[in-house]
Nanobody, 118 residues
């Protein structure tokens, strides 16, 4: 199992940027797919983006395409989410997740709050 710790959240004005980081423990990090999810108040957790083990394949939910970029540094056991052109509707707790090869995301971080003011 991979242990995950997110950081980088905060308060930003609409149109601004933030970069989230997710530090992972464990020597198997480089074999895991990684993802970002978010949960806004009163809503269910939703998928945001994912990246495969090597970093050469990414996928985004439609609402963040062109604004968010997921990346990873396997040497540092870290995955990132660069968020640009932020909107108030991006306000949520953002969670990092890890999934072993061939399996669903099964390890989760504690979350980091992102608040976008209008």
């Amino acid at each position: 199992q991979v242990q995950l710790v997110e950081s980088g959240g905060g308060l930003v004005q609409a149109g601004g940027s933030l970069r989230l980081s997710c530090a992972a423990s464990g020597r198997t990090f480089s074999s895991y797919a990684m993802g970002w999810f978010r949960q806004a108040p009163g809503k269910e957790r939703e998928f945001v983006a994912q990246i495969n083990w090597s970093g050469d394949s990414t996928y985004y939910t439609d609402s963040v395409k062109g604004r968010f970029t997921i990346s990873r540094d396997n040497a540092k056991n870290t995955v990132y989410l660069q968020m640009n052109s932020l909107k108030p509707e991006d306000t949520a707790v953002y969670y990092c997740a890890a999934g072993p090869p061939g399996h669903a995301f099964g390890s989760w971080g504690q979350g980091t709050q992102v608040t976008v003011s209008s």
